[in-house]
């Protein structure tokens, strides 16, 4: 069958690159970096941490901010620090305070809300957006006034009303609405793993959400490294994740779930296109690339002018859909700026920042490749990454896609579906940390382009002063914080590299001190124990970017387990199946320690709630056995354990002490640790 025909007969509608109306890329008023830094800060400051209204959230938040200045070009900082710190509410001495916008609290309104509308509107102001015309425009006037508070927002529209003699503003609806930009963006960054909940950051605004790993090394991050990430995100970016909400296609004759196929590199495959034809335009990309999917990309960019000059051709068969949605250009363009983002060099303010600037826009909004030899080297090594991506994670990219086939097939038939949350969790939990191999690849990547120099001419100990300059943060989240480690790591991917054959950089736990700390707790009674392991625990409470594993507590548990659990003969009972375990050679009692929310895969916490003493078969089983029949095993914990705690009132204890994340009980929930009113009933 001729390709064109077959690329036609295989489009079935709403499938293409997500198609958010939102976009970062506010060129005018700031560069989209700054932008997305900033964003992410605040965001993360009223609304997750909640650090806002205290002096030392507002020190933490200027450093961070200052720290990321620091970092860039001297040509380009006067205008950063005008951008983060503006006159109207720069956060070094001239701001209103988070306190200032409360105000005075109606006591019979209800607190709540009242609150949320408090952040959203006080986030409106740290960040100077919204607002563009009328009575929302006078809205954002007021946001600056000494005597502004949430609560006066009704009169400040009847007065605009009383201005401008208009009559019958809703303005519940105007109050609810004001703050949609804020709405619409931070779903970018809760698509690409920057923050996480249930419900990817459309549900509700008090929704249980939290910073991710990733998203707590970009909060952190200064420019360079900012830059980094946004990339590690894109790369590993799917066309559409199984978190994506399709538009309205109920009753679609059209569709066909067997012909929903996804993109597994959409950020390469536009990469791949620019560097076939030196520029891409928006109707390729909307017609053609942006509804390629992993079986036809590389027909698409073999065949690209055959392709292109079959255009019209495909937009008759798009029109037959007959769903707007397929229309709005202006969608489709927003898409791909989040891609653009990072690489473009004609942005007003992020010019010259980062050194991966290789392309630009049009007038006509095409995308033209300034820098053919920069960019073909930064290709060549994305190319690459690519591939190892593929090679580790093709897997779950297949289980994706035929899960958004089932969920795409209940959206045009109206029948619900049962969903996989192992599935969604998996994504998730993919999409919200940092791949080692990928980060030490850019930061290669950054070197090379920062030097102007190929692969062959790098050497090691320059690379390893520039990286300790410039990417503290990034490493010390990898655990490099010896030299020795950094050069070995950096040698090791910059050698797979140069040999074209990048391969995952494995972890090994070093359990070396673990016989050292329990000789040292043996002396301690039960009562120390009990104290030591709380303390412990409480110290181990820290952001992702400073997580090791902390041995002590392991053998703390251990001492306490030996002195209060063991019977006459020095054997424990495993906290899963209930059965004795066995002696060592040395006379102690064997037990291995599991966290109930894992420590490397879901980031769970290394404190005494998340973890339990049970013998090998259990533990090989909680890792191996079938999904279906790990309800078992965790009923099993929750008779078996010697804390006489049910899994569910452990982590409500942990909710409550703000140590599990939300990421962290939904995978207790995927896992079926819990059910759907447990799950409910903690957060409540």
């Given at each position: 069958?001729?390709?064109?025909?077959?690329?036609?007969?295989?489009?079935?509608?709403?499938?293409?690159?997500?198609?958010?109306?939102?976009?970062?890329?506010?060129?005018?008023?700031?560069?989209?970096?700054?932008?997305?830094?900033?964003?992410?800060?605040?965001?993360?400051?009223?609304?997750?941490?909640?650090?806002?209204?205290?002096?030392?959230?507002?020190?933490?938040?200027?450093?961070?901010?200052?720290?990321?200045?620091?970092?860039?070009?001297?040509?380009?900082?006067?205008?950063?620090?005008?951008?983060?710190?503006?006159?109207?509410?720069?956060?070094?001495?001239?701001?209103?305070?988070?306190?200032?916008?409360?105000?005075?609290?109606?006591?019979?309104?209800?607190?709540?809300?009242?609150?949320?509308?408090?952040?959203?509107?006080?986030?409106?102001?740290?960040?100077?957006?919204?607002?563009?015309?009328?009575?929302?425009?006078?809205?954002?006037?007021n946001l600056n006034n000494p005597n502004f508070v949430v609560s006066k927002l009704s009169e400040i529209i009847n007065d605009f009303q009383k201005k401008n003699s208009i009559t019958n503003l809703n303005i519940t609806g105007i109050i609810n609405d004001f703050h949609a930009s804020l709405r619409n963006e931070r779903q970018i960054?809760?698509?690409?793993?920057?923050?996480?909940?249930?419900?990817?950051?459309?549900?509700?605004?008090?929704?249980?959400?939290?910073?991710?790993?990733?998203?707590?090394?970009?909060?952190?991050?200064?420019?360079?490294?900012?830059?980094?990430?946004?990339?590690?995100?894109?790369?590993?970016?799917?066309?559409?994740?199984?978190?994506?909400?399709?538009?309205?296609?109920?009753?679609?004759?059209?569709?066909?779930?067997?012909?929903?196929?996804?993109?597994?590199?959409?950020?390469?495959?536009?990469?791949?296109?620019?560097?076939?034809?030196?520029?891409?335009?928006?109707?390729?990309?909307?017609?053609?690339?942006?509804?390629?999917?992993?079986?036809?990309?590389?027909?698409?960019?073999?065949?690209?002018?055959?392709?292109?000059?079959?255009?019209?051709?495909?937009?008759?068969?798009?029109?037959?859909?007959?769903?707007?949605?397929?229309?709005?250009?202006?969608?489709?363009?927003?898409?791909?700026?989040?891609?653009?983002?990072?690489?473009?060099?004609?942005?007003?303010?992020?010019?010259?920042?980062?050194?991966?600037?290789?392309?630009?826009?049009?007038?006509?909004?095409?995308?033209?490749?300034?820098?053919?030899?920069?960019?073909?080297?930064?290709?060549?090594?994305?190319?690459?990454?690519?591939?190892?991506?593929?090679?580790?994670?093709?897997?779950?990219?297949?289980?994706?896609?035929?899960?958004?086939?089932?969920?795409y097939q209940s959206v045009y038939t109206g029948i619900d579906y049962e969903k996989n949350h192992r599935i969604k969790m998996a994504w998730d939990l993919y999409n919200i940390k940092g791949e080692k191999t990928i980060l030490l690849s850019l930061i290669l990547c950054d070197y090379i382009m920062y030097k102007n120099i190929d692969?062959?001419?790098?050497?090691?100990?320059?690379?390893?002063?520039?990286?300790?300059?410039?990417?503290?943060?990034?490493?010390?989240?990898?655990?490099?914080?010896?030299?020795?480690?950094?050069?070995?790591?950096?040698?090791?991917?910059?050698?797979?590299?140069?040999?074209?054959?990048?391969?995952?950089?494995?972890?090994?736990?070093?359990?070396?001190?673990?016989?050292?700390?329990?000789?040292?707790?043996?002396?301690?009674?039960?009562?120390?124990?009990?104290?030591?392991?709380?303390?412990?625990?409480?110290?181990?409470?820290?952001?992702?970017?400073?997580?090791?594993?902390?041995?002590?507590?392991?053998?703390?548990?251990?001492?306490?387990?030996?002195?209060?659990?063991?019977?006459?003969?020095?054997?424990?009972?495993?906290?899963?199946?209930?059965?004795?375990?066995?002696?060592?050679?040395?006379?102690?009692?064997?037990?291995?320690?599991?966290?109930?929310?894992?420590?490397?895969?879901?980031?769970?916490?290394?404190?005494?709630?998340?973890?339990?003493?049970?013998?090998?078969?259990?533990?090989?089983?909680?890792?191996?056995?079938?999904?279906?029949?790990?309800?078992?095993?965790?009923?099993?914990?929750?008779?078996?354990?010697h804390m006489n705690k049910k899994i569910v009132t452990r982590l409500k204890d942990l909710y409550k002490i703000n140590i599990l994340k939300s990421y962290q009980l939904e995978y207790a929930l995927s896992e079926q640790m819990i059910t759907e009113d447990e799950y409910n009933s903690i957060i409540a």
């Amino acid at each position: 069958m001729d390709i064109i025909k077959s690329f036609i007969e295989n489009i079935t509608p709403s499938n293409y690159f997500i198609t958010k109306s939102m976009e970062i890329s506010k060129v005018k008023s700031s560069g989209t970096l700054w932008y997305t830094k900033k964003f992410l800060v605040l965001y993360d400051a009223i609304f997750i941490s909640k650090k806002i209204d205290k002096i030392d959230g507002i020190k933490e938040i200027r450093n961070n901010f200052e720290n990321y200045i620091n970092t860039l070009p001297e040509s380009i900082k006067k205008e950063a620090e005008a951008f983060f710190f503006p006159k109207n509410a720069d956060l070094r001495g001239n701001f209103r305070t988070y306190n200032d916008f409360v105000g005075v609290i109606d006591i019979n309104i209800d607190k709540n809300q009242y609150y949320s509308d408090v952040n959203k509107y006080y986030f409106i102001y740290l960040m100077n957006i919204g607002g563009q015309s009328g009575v929302k425009e006078y809205i954002k006037e007021n946001l600056n006034n000494p005597n502004f508070v949430v609560s006066k927002l009704s009169e400040i529209i009847n007065d605009f009303q009383k201005k401008n003699s208009i009559t019958n503003l809703n303005i519940t609806g105007i109050i609810n609405d004001f703050h949609a930009s804020l709405r619409n963006e931070r779903q970018i960054l809760f698509y690409y793993g920057y923050f996480h909940s249930r419900n990817n950051g459309v549900g509700e605004d008090e929704e249980f959400s939290s910073l991710t790993p990733i998203g707590e090394l970009a909060v952190k991050a200064n420019s360079k490294e900012f830059a980094l990430i946004w990339e590690h995100q894109k790369i590993k970016m799917i066309s559409q994740p199984v978190t994506v909400q399709f538009p309205s296609i109920k009753g679609c004759n059209l569709c066909v779930a067997e012909k929903f196929k996804i993109n597994y590199s959409p950020y390469l495959s536009i990469l791949r296109c620019i560097d076939k034809k030196g520029k891409l335009t928006p109707r390729f990309y909307d017609r053609i690339l942006s509804r390629s999917n992993n079986e036809n990309i590389d027909d698409i960019i073999e065949n690209y002018d055959k392709f292109e000059n079959s255009i019209s051709e495909i937009e008759k068969y798009l029109k037959s859909f007959g769903l707007r949605s397929e229309e709005r250009s202006e969608d489709f363009e927003k898409e791909i700026k989040k891609y653009m983002l990072g690489i473009r060099d004609d942005l007003v303010k992020d010019n010259n920042e980062n050194y991966f600037g290789v392309i630009s826009s049009s007038k006509n909004n095409s995308w033209i490749l300034n820098k053919q030899n920069k960019f073909e080297r930064i290709l060549k090594i994305y190319k690459q990454i690519e591939k190892y991506k593929l090679n580790k994670y093709k897997e779950l990219f297949k289980n994706c896609e035929k899960e958004l086939q089932k969920k795409y097939q209940s959206v045009y038939t109206g029948i619900d579906y049962e969903k996989n949350h192992r599935i969604k969790m998996a994504w998730d939990l993919y999409n919200i940390k940092g791949e080692k191999t990928i980060l030490l690849s850019l930061i290669l990547c950054d070197y090379i382009m920062y030097k102007n120099i190929d692969m062959n001419s790098i050497e090691i100990d320059e690379l390893f002063v520039y990286c300790n300059r410039f990417f503290k943060n990034l490493l010390k989240s990898l655990n490099l914080t010896k030299k020795q480690d950094m050069i070995k790591e950096i040698k090791f991917v910059f050698e797979m590299i140069d040999n074209g054959n990048l391969q995952e950089i494995t972890y090994v736990e070093d359990y070396s001190l673990e016989a050292v700390y329990t000789n040292k707790y043996s002396s301690l009674n039960t009562e120390d124990l009990r104290r030591k392991i709380n303390e412990v625990s409480k110290q181990n409470v820290k952001p992702s970017l400073e997580r090791k594993r902390d041995m002590r507590i392991i053998s703390l548990m251990k001492n306490l387990y030996l002195t209060e659990k063991s019977d006459e003969n020095h054997l424990i009972s495993c906290e899963c199946c209930g059965e004795k375990t066995f002696l060592k050679n040395n006379g102690e009692p064997y037990i291995e320690y599991h966290h109930l929310i894992p420590f490397q895969i879901a980031d769970g916490p290394d404190h005494f709630e998340n973890i339990f003493g049970i013998c090998p078969m259990c533990h090989r089983k909680i890792h191996y056995i079938k999904d279906d029949l790990k309800v078992e095993l965790y009923s099993g914990f929750d008779k078996n354990n010697h804390m006489n705690k049910k899994i569910v009132t452990r982590l409500k204890d942990l909710y409550k002490i703000n140590i599990l994340k939300s990421y962290q009980l939904e995978y207790a929930l995927s896992e079926q640790m819990i059910t759907e009113d447990e799950y409910n009933s903690i957060i409540a």
